[in-house]
């Protein structure tokens, strides 16, 4: 067994994780990440990418909305690259209370979340398609994040401060001698090797599953874990954040994040945050919900569906999910339970994963006698750490060069800036993605990139398949760029199984979104699909294709449905 000695271990590989790693590093103390997936494999990678203003919470939950607003600004300062400003709007429609807003105004200015009045006409210039029946607007510091180039931005830093990043490893197992907790015994989960990691201390930031990874040493940890269901359309309906103006409920938010728009969400009490399903009916309430603020949302084409499980954690009894607050806890074990050596940070929000990374590595350099403050919210993490290729200075001239050098000057994520690229160095010919805009040189980059080991995480790094053919003409392409690049690395031919397996690995991880939302034009989009990887490329049928018929008796089911 392999052997590892590091002085804090970070347990999964989320946003929380990522910060924890990144302040841990820049403290100076020795650190090392362990996650049994890619980066943001879980409920990271499973949200709707909204940057919080705290005008969500302002009501319900004053102190979630208190540290999502101070955040909010931290975040715009520190990883500006990572965050489009799309601004957000709260607005009144027919079907909610228009008392609530009087309401929400006040608990905005007790909580500093800024919030403007604006006129109704003022917003319905700003997004055409919303209600023309809301009685008012709000506006709010709301924003769009991209939590994968977020995610990868932190960990990349903490790497040039030393720190261990070790995907694909789960751990088996917590080794505790008396009350004491010293270390952790995982499996890599792509050679099968097994890996002990000795440690001073433990920060457990899995998130929903904070409670398995507390009962590995003994320990209870209540996390309820809150499936929330979201649906993504084919293009961006609204360039601005939408919310309804209400108490927060189902399917009341609509989020524009890089080409699409993600209306949301539920929430659902799931007893396993591994073992969940979406239904029809939550589908049918996101849209029918989401027709209050944009009618005639539900002919549109609906891309796919996804969930993600919410950390809840719950130290008393609640009626109802939405009754738990969303604000974070940190538990010291050797102060509640009597058992060293390791922190569990549970709860929050994506917005809030900063602080809680700050407080949490407050409490374990005290234990370790570092004095070292937090800098995370002053320093700020380069652009340059992004996985995929980095944009680069412009080779040519004229427009789409002088586009591409204006895109470059906002600080903040700019949706043309891969159609800057592309127009810039002339690499129409290049795109391997086409919905996307993903070329061969960033396909590239993100393969040659640490940790990298299926397409799926390829997508996570560079949006490949996210467009509205869900991998249907970027598949094999990327299957192939993959099998030429590992074949010229180990400097022989690898065969054709491991892109076989590479390439229905990610049709039936693609194929899990797109069975709730088989109707209309995203049906003929799975049909044709079919006719590519089964029909003409027989898939099912290639050497050392995964053994799951997921695929084909999914196709055939869409094959007598479409008639």
Request: overall charge negative; hydrophobic content about 40%; charged content about 25%.
């Amino acid at each position: 067994m392999r052997t590892l000695t590091t002085d804090v271990l970070v347990i999964g590989g989320g946003a929380t994780g990522a910060g924890v790693l990144r302040d841990l590093a820049l403290r100076g103390i020795r650190c090392a990440l362990v996650e049994k997936g890619d980066l943001t494999h879980g409920t990271t990678g499973r949200y709707h990418g909204l940057l919080h203003s705290g005008g969500r919470y302002v009501v319900k939950d004053p102190q979630s909305a208190e540290e999502c607003a101070r955040e909010n600004e931290i975040l715009r300062r520190i990883m500006p690259h990572c965050i489009e400003d799309t601004g957000g709007l709260f607005v009144v429609t027919p079907a909610d209370d228009e008392s609530y807003a009087d309401r929400f105004v006040a608990a905005c200015r007790r909580t500093g979340v800024w919030v403007e009045e604006i006129a109704v006409s003022a917003a319905l210039r700003r997004e055409p398609l919303l209600n023309p029946r809301i009685s008012r607007a709000f506006a709010v510091r709301d924003g769009a994040a991209d939590s994968f180039l977020a995610t990868h931005a932190n960990t990349d830093d903490a790497r040039r401060y030393g720190a261990q990043v070790l995907t694909y490893h789960v751990v088996n197992g917590l080794e505790r001698v008396g009350d004491r907790i010293i270390g952790a015994v995982c499996e890599d989960l792509r050679s099968g090797e097994m890996v002990r990691i000795h440690c001073a201390a433990i920060i457990n930031a899995t998130g929903a599953w904070a409670g398995k990874i507390a009962a590995l040493a003994g320990l209870q940890v209540s996390v309820v874990a809150g499936k929330g269901t979201m649906v993504a359309m084919n293009h961006r309906i609204v360039n601005t954040v939408i919310n309804r103006c209400k108490m927060p409920d189902d399917g009341d938010i609509i989020v524009p994040i890089h080409t699409v728009a993600v209306l949301g969400t539920t929430d659902i009490y799931v007893p396993d945050p591994d073992v969940y399903s979406i239904t029809p009916e939550e589908i049918r309430l996101i849209l029918d919900e989401g027709e209050h603020l944009i009618p005639g949302v539900r002919r549109m084409r609906a891309l796919r569906a996804w969930a993600g499980v919410r950390p809840l954690y719950r130290e008393e009894d609640a009626t109802h999910d939405r009754d738990i607050p969303r604000t974070y806890r940190l538990l010291d074990h050797e102060v509640r339970d009597g058992v060293a050596g390791m922190v569990s940070i549970v709860g929050g929000k994506w917005t809030t994963y900063r602080l809680m990374a700050e407080e949490t590595v407050d409490v374990v350099a005290h234990r370790l006698g570092v004095t070292t403050p937090c800098r995370t919210a002053e320093l700020r993490i380069e652009a340059s750490a992004q996985p995929a290729a980095p944009l680069r200075p412009a080779i040519s001239h004229g427009s789409a060069a002088r586009a591409r050098f204006a895109i470059l000057a906002s600080p903040f994520y700019m949706l043309g800036h891969r159609l800057a690229e592309v127009e810039a160095d002339d690499s129409y010919g290049d795109l391997v993605c086409e919905c996307e805009l993903v070329t061969r040189e960033q396909l590239e980059a993100a393969i040659e990139s640490e940790g990298t080991a299926n397409l799926d995480d390829l997508r996570r790094d560079t949006r490949l398949g996210m467009g509205p053919c869900q991998g249907g003409f970027c598949t094999y392409r990327a299957a192939a760029i993959w099998h030429e690049r590992r074949s010229a690395r180990y400097g022989q031919a690898a065969g054709a199984a491991p892109a076989t397996r590479l390439l229905t690995h990610f049709l039936q991880e693609r194929w899990k979104g797109l069975t709730p939302t088989l109707w209309g034009d995203q049906l003929r989009q799975a049909r044709l699909d079919e006719l590519i990887y089964l029909e003409t490329l027989a898939v099912d049928r290639l050497p050392e294709a995964i053994p799951d018929e997921t695929i084909v008796t999914g196709h055939a089911a869409i094959a007598t449905e479409a008639g």
